[in-house]
């Protein structure tokens, strides 16, 4: 069976990539991502550090953004282990991997966003995302190390049967609609809101249109919801200009 893509976020120590590859070939992951690495790509620390897992670094794709590293996936889990203010569905790492492999199971690519060591993912990075994945850690110290973080979800993945619950395989029949469609139809709602006004007072502007980005993430949208919504706005618009004329 394929396996969800691990993405790496902005990660700041070679030697935190090479210890997640390493975790990740443990348990018979080896699809990674790079977003923006601080000290460049390759790298040679990241190399050293992953030992006999340097083909999961081979094959790992690099991207400039978050954007585009998700842009082909149907599904998308964001690691957090803070509250980020965004209304999303905050599974545990076992009934997320348990989602991801009946996804998977019905022809779906799934991908896990891990964030940067200093401070994770930001707010601009988890909604973009479907669903959150939380660890019930201590929270007087939350913090979990990259190649950890890689690990516990590697060992999920792995010890999940190919038993699957029926609403989450009927969930993975669904026809999603596309990263892109999603984002374009963002775009379209952004722009029609302006041009009404809608985005005021300036100082909220841009969490106003954080929460509406969240929303349309969180919805988890088909595609033909998607064209729903675009003809809803289309017709709207149509009919306000038919009677300003």
């Known amino acids: 069976m394929n396996a969800p893509t691990f993405i790496l976020v902005r990660p700041q120590m070679g030697e935190n990539i090479g210890g997640a590859a390493r975790a990740m070939l443990n348990f018979g992951l080896d699809r990674m991502r790079i977003v923006d690495p601080r000290d460049g790509w390759p790298n040679s620390r990241a190399v050293a550090m992953a030992s006999g897992a340097g083909r999961v670094l081979d094959q790992a794709g690099l991207f400039p953004d978050v954007k585009a590293a998700i842009a082909d996936f149907d599904y998308v889990f964001a690691t957090t282990a803070r509250s980020r203010e965004l209304t999303k569905p905050i599974l545990s790492p076992e009934r997320a991997m348990e989602v991801s492999k009946g996804l998977i199971a019905g022809g779906k690519k799934v991908a896990v966003l891990f964030g940067p060591e200093r401070a994770g993912l930001e707010n601009s990075d988890v909604v973009l995302a ?45 026809e999603f609609a596309s990263r892109v469609e999603i984002e374009k139809l963002g775009d379209h709602y952004e722009e029609r809101l302006g041009a009404a006004g809608f985005f005021y007072p300036e100082p909220k502007v841009e969490g106003m249109k954080l929460s509406l980005r969240n929303m349309w993430a969180r919805l988890n949208l088909t595609r033909a919801e998607v064209q729903t919504f675009h003809g809803m706005l289309r017709q709207v618009a149509w009919k306000l200009k038919q009677g300003d004329e």
């Open 130 to 174: 479907n669903a959150i994945i939380s660890v019930p850690v201590n929270p007087e110290f939350a913090s979990l190390n990259l190649s950890q973080c890689a690990l516990l979800l590697g060992y999920e993945w792995r010890r999940q049967t190919e038993i699957v619950a029926p609403e989450v395989m009927e969930f993975a029949r669904t």
